[in-house]
């Protein structure tokens, strides 16, 4: 993916027309939320048979539930399973996170505790989907809002969990940055300092909402922010060029406002080159 992947747009229904009219969108892959394309049959999935006929896509996951009390949707894993093979879909990616319990789903992504019993647990739910999928996985780092019962701090947590399972991991900047802020248990640049390169598989970046000064809530609506953009040029500067991913779920702008903002990412990109 490294070799001939840079700059990255997640795929929305809001725009796919414009996708599919174009002659070419210079973005070098889309990403997309599997559940929301899996069974979709009629205009988009005509649409979206079109684009992946002419660009990469990759696929991140919203509810697969990797560190939840259910045992894991094996029905869904066979569904993306096949949606995988039929598109040449590129990656998959979950959230490092809870969304369920034994009651169902909670349409949320709740943090894990950071203890060694919790490293095993989902570590070995990665590996069981790792093994079923045929195909190594990346887990991403998520935003929280309340801490998690601890042992182990959080970077401590996020590496351990990455040699376990033995995957990749999609490092999130944003999210490192609004946890930084929220939490103030480490700077962001030595939480991005110490991933360990040979593990990511690519990068997110997204707007978040200014609440206040020491409250930053990740919403995927807005653009990126000046510091998160500081926050991407050292992640290059420590990590090298690495594959990103522009995200923008609400308050869509128009897709040459968001290729705009993706140019930015290619800009940082090539002084890494």
Known sequence: MKSTLKAGLGLRRDFIDEVVQRERVPVDFFEVA???????????????????????IICHGLSLDLGGPRPLDME????????FREHGIRYYSEHLSYCG??????????????????????????????????????????SFY????????????????????????????????????????????????AMPTERI???????????????????????????????YAFTLDTHGLQPTLLERDFNIPP??????ELNRIRDIQARHD
């Open 34 to 56: 599997p559940e929301n394309w899996v069974r979709l049959g009629g205009r988009y999935g005509r649409q979206f048979r079109q684009v992946s006929e002419r660009y990469p």
């Open 76 to 83: 869904m894993l066979a569904d993306f399973k096949r949606f």
């Open 101 to 142: 319990d034994e009651q169902g789903h909670l349409y949320d992504l709740m943090p894990l505790p950071f203890t060694e019993e919790a490293v095993h647990y989902v570590a070995g739910r990665i590996r069981q989907v790792q093994d079923f999928l045929e195909m190594t996985i990346a887990i991403e780092n998520i």
């Open 146 to 193: 309340a801490l998690p019962a601890s042992e182990l701090s959080e970077i401590e947590f996020v590496r351990a969990v990455l040699e376990e399972a033995d995957c990749r991991l999609l490092l999130d900047v944003n999210n490192t940055y609004v946890n930084a802020v929220n939490h103030g248990m480490y700077d962001a640049r030595d939480y991005i300092a």
């Open 201 to 231: 598989a690519y990068l997110h970046m997204a707007g978040h909402y200014d609440e206040a000064e020491d409250l930053k809530i990740d919403t995927h609506g807005q653009p990126v922010k000046e510091d998160v953009w500081d926050l």
């Open 255 to 260: 897709l040459d406002e968001l290729l705009e």
